[in-house]
């Protein structure tokens, strides 16, 4: 989606790119290459948030200084006439998106109560999309929009990483990944007296004492390591089925189409900018809503409930743009459609897939295990923008039903395997997937042999 809203910026880009090439090379650039041009830097930010997915670890802060160096370069590409400036900024920028589209929801997933951990972890996925609007808003011809501006524009996102820098250090390390990574206690309990206060502390203390007694001194495991282990199968196929459905959901073609229907319903193309805000504003709104709504409803419902109703809504998509011409009202019902399958997926999808990446795992997987979500998220996402344009030309507005068809797949999937996560500590999570990864009438023996071997390939 964040290469989408980039997009908003082609018309000045392409100018920067003839300009900048007929100075250099005293000739016109070519619209085939000037296509090429343009998608390399669309593309390298996947590159680099795939790169940045796989470096993943605990680098929230040193993942600023990426942010700001990658400000830098896109900010002096146009004074300086280097369009290569701005693709190795595009390039660093996604490396931060990936690093921190795996960081901050591990972070707050580990850092939070369970009561409290769905709302917490939706935190990135509120403020991922506030950023969205806030790009939006900017973005704006009257403001960083015009041609003069957009460099400050693509700029303007070292601002959140200076406020991190001088933030971040202070707040302490997760405590489980102190007390069970690195076996230190004093810390632990003081960075959850911190969090939780002095007179709370003790029940967090608690549970993550379980939990590093249960893992009984098990190493962190890579990700290549989890594809070999039996214990978090199904939780990995979970992973990779949930990333992949939110990526090729449909969304995107949401976005591709959302102009065309504007324009039908009427609106003229020097407003669609602001109607183009009006999606933005339902991302953040159903994300705060998801976040005031997952630790009470639960994560069940509301993931399965998006994707059913983005059926839904793909169905009457296909239709009202099959007939978008014969009626003067059909537009309008596109239109509706547009703003509902957003709410659809900012509802389900769109946040409580990286809340739930957080639940399924104990510490020793967790973080492999997001370094493997990041990755399938980045390819998934790169894949989707370089096939989604063949697919679009193929079927018109039936891609839709591909998107409807994926979707029911998801939800379904989801209904049969994924138990409910609300209220739940990690370690009772973990048991409720015994049954699926080990088989249902799995004697006690074979699982303490499974345990003694995990603990032998360690040693």
Not at 164 to 191: H, M, N, T, V
Request: include cysteine; hydrophobic fraction near 45%.
């Amino acid at each position: 989606m964040l290469h989408i809203h980039y997009c908003f910026l082609l018309q000045h880009i392409h100018k920067f790119l003839n300009e900048t090439w007929t100075s250099r090379y005293h000739k016109e650039l070519n619209p085939e290459l000037l296509t090429f041009l343009w998608s390399v830097i669309a593309s390298i930010f996947s590159l680099g948030g795939l790169c940045g997915a796989l470096i993943g670890g605990r680098a929230l802060l040193m993942n600023n200084i990426i942010a700001i160096l990658a400000s830098i370069l896109m900010g002096i590409s146009f004074p300086t006439g280097l369009f290569e400036l701005l693709i190795a900024g595009r390039f660093l920028i996604g490396i931060n998106s990936g690093i921190g589209l795996c960081v901050q929801p591990l972070y707050l997933g580990e850092v939070a109560p369970k009561h409290l951990r769905g709302g917490m972890a939706m935190g990135s996925s509120i403020f991922l999309t506030g950023g969205i609007l806030t790009g939006q808003i900017i973005g704006l011809r009257e403001l960083l929009g015009a041609e003069t501006y957009w460099p400050l524009l693509l700029s303007s996102s070292c601002f959140p990483a200076f406020a991190q820098l001088l933030f971040l250090p202070w707040f302490p390390e997760s405590p489980r990944y102190l007390l069970i990574d690195r076996g230190d206690e004093l810390r632990c309990a003081k960075a959850l007296k911190q969090f939780h206060g002095s007179s709370e502390y003790r029940r967090e203390m608690e549970d993550i004492q379980q939990e590093c007694f249960a893992l009984d001194g098990e190493k962190p495991k890579k990700p290549w390591q989890l594809f070999t282990d039996r214990g978090v199968r199904w939780q990995l196929i979970t992973v990779i089925v949930m990333t992949m459905g939110q990526q090729l959901s449909g969304i995107n073609a949401i976005y591709f189409y959302a102009t065309y229907i504007f324009e039908q319903a009427g609106i003229s193309a020097e407003k669609i900018p602001y109607v183009t805000l009006g999606t933005g504003a339902c991302e953040c709104l159903t994300a705060l809503t998801c976040g005031l709504l997952i630790d009470y409803v639960g994560r069940r419902y509301l993931i399965i409930g998006g994707y059913l109703l983005m059926t839904l809504w793909s169905i009457v998509l296909t239709f009202s743009l099959t007939y978008q011409e014969l009626y003067s009202w059909v537009p309008y019902v596109s239109m509706t459609s547009i703003f509902a399958f957003i709410l659809s997926f900012g509802l389900g999808p769109g946040g409580i897939t990286n809340t739930l990446t957080a639940e399924l795992f104990i510490q020793s997987s967790r973080p492999a295990a997001y370094m493997i979500g990041g990755t399938i998220s980045w390819i998934s996402f790169f894949t989707i923008g370089m096939l989604f344009p063949f697919i679009v030309n193929g079927l018109k507005q039936y891609c839709f039903l591909v998107f409807l068809l994926e979707c029911s797949l998801v939800a379904a999937f989801i209904f049969l395997v994924i138990p409910e996560t609300k209220n739940k500590s990690f370690l009772e999570i973990k048991k409720e997937f015994h049954k699926l990864n080990f088989g249902r009438n799995t004697k006690k023996k074979e699982t303490e042999l499974y345990e003694r071997r995990q603990l032998h390939d360690e040693f």
